[in-house]
Every structure is written in C-alpha cells, then in structure tokens.
C-alpha cells in the first residue's frame, strides 16, 4: 500500500470520525490560541486530519490522490532509494509550516479555528508541478493547462485572498504549505532546480 493512500485513509477516518463527534473536532483543531496558552503543540499536526465539511475533505484527498505517488516517484529518481521518505518530510514538513505565518497572526485570538490537510496537499502539488512543470493538468477533465501556469494562478489568488480575509479560509496556508513544497525540492534534491530551468529554457525559441 503506498503511503500516500495511507495517508488518505488516516486522514478521511480521522475526518468522519469527527463529523459526528464535535469533542474530537475541537481537540484536534489548529487553535493557535490553546498552543499558545496550554502548549498544545500537537496542535501544528493533528489539524490536518480533520475537515470542515465532506467537500473540505473530498477536495484535498483527490488532490493529493492525483498528485501523491508521482511526486513520491519524482523524488525516488532524483534520490533512489530515498523517495519514500523524501515525500513524508514534504507532507508532514507542508502541514507544519503551512500554519506557523497563521500561528503568529493568531495566537492572541481565542476564537480562531482551523481545520485541513490544505497547507500539506498544496506542498505536494507545487513539488509535482516543479519537478515537473509543463505536465497538462486539466480542468473540469477537458481544459488542458501546464502545471506552472495553475501553479502561478493558484499562488496569486491565495496571496491576495490571504490579504482580502473576506472568507474563513485559510489561504495563508495554501500560500506558505505551496512555498514549502518548492522549497524543499531544491533542499532535498537540489540538481532538480538546474532541470528546472533547462525545462523552461526548452520553451525559447533560440
């Protein structure tokens, strides 16, 4: 069984559990202000595994459905014999720093909850897409578009929506779980960043 369908398990197990069981949900919640104050530490991993709704979950299980094993293979053939272990770091290492910008904003607020695997899914999805950036992605399954270019749309439209704070989303956390995830490619496997460029450098006409 691969580990990101473990993941998947945990994690929609953990999720319906809670639908139905508020005491969980609350427990397991990133609530900055209880880290703070009761240094609920284990705050910064268990949010992950909870989901506000059915769609929450469904949407970030399918995401990382799509893109977990080949970016845990892109790991493995720039680091044979480390792939597997690459890609724990990464999602683990995308749920931990996706939410320490929000901790920061947060911790003096009582009020604030979150909840999602949305800062670790997007860790992965930006290492896919930089290992591999013009690989068609499509939309609604019919609108093909490369990899980067919903990279960049998806980058921009959290940044600003972060700025806006019209929603309860937390798109800090898509932004800072995205930077995360590109980051750490070129930490672990830095001879993927020249591949980067030599993949973009295709693009030229010259």
């Given at each position: 069984?691969?580990?990101?369908?473990?993941?998947?398990?945990l994690?929609v197990?953990?999720?319906?559990?809670?639908?139905?069981?508020?005491?969980?949900?609350?427990?397991?919640?990133f609530?900055?202000y209880?880290?703070?104050k009761?240094?609920?530490?284990?705050?910064?991993?268990?949010?992950?595994?909870v989901?506000?709704?059915?769609?929450?979950?469904l949407?970030?299980?399918?995401v990382l459905?799509f893109?977990g094993?080949?970016?845990?293979?892109?790991?493995?053939?720039?680091?044979?014999?480390?792939?597997?272990?690459?890609?724990?770091i990464?999602y683990l290492?995308?749920?931990?720093?996706?939410?320490l910008?929000?901790?920061k904003?947060?911790?003096g607020?009582p009020?604030y909850?979150?909840?999602?695997?949305s800062?670790?899914?997007s860790?992965v999805?930006?290492?896919?897409?930089?290992?591999?950036?013009f690989?068609?992605i499509?939309?609604?399954?019919?609108?093909?578009?490369?990899?980067?270019?919903?990279?960049?749309?998806?980058l921009?439209y959290?940044?600003r929506q972060?700025?806006?704070?019209?929603?309860?989303?937390?798109?800090?956390?898509?932004?800072?779980?995205?930077?995360f995830?590109?980051g750490?490619?070129?930490?672990?496997?830095?001879?993927s960043?020249?591949?980067?460029?030599?993949?973009?450098l295709?693009?030229?006409?010259?």
């Open positions: 069984m691969s580990i990101t369908l473990i993941i998947i398990i994690t197990a953990v999720s319906l559990s809670s639908f139905n069981n508020a005491q969980l949900f609350y427990r397991l919640d609530a900055p209880q880290v703070e009761e240094k609920e530490w284990f705050r910064f991993l268990t949010h992950a595994f989901h506000a709704d059915t769609m929450h979950l949407f970030n299980m399918l459905f893109f094993d080949i970016t845990q293979r892109y790991f493995e053939a720039y680091a044979p014999g480390k792939g597997a272990f690459y890609f724990i990464l290492g995308g749920i931990l720093f996706a939410v910008p929000t901790f904003k947060q911790k607020n009020n909850h979150s909840v999602g695997a800062g670790a899914v860790a999805f930006m290492a896919s897409v930089f290992f591999s950036p690989t068609s499509y939309l609604y399954g019919i609108i093909p578009l490369p990899g980067i270019v919903w990279a960049i749309i998806y921009v959290s940044h972060s700025k806006q704070g019209r929603d309860n989303i937390n798109h800090d956390a898509h932004f800072w779980g995205s930077i995830g590109v750490f490619a070129i930490i672990a496997v830095p001879k960043l020249p591949n980067f460029f030599a993949q973009l295709e693009l030229l006409p010259f």
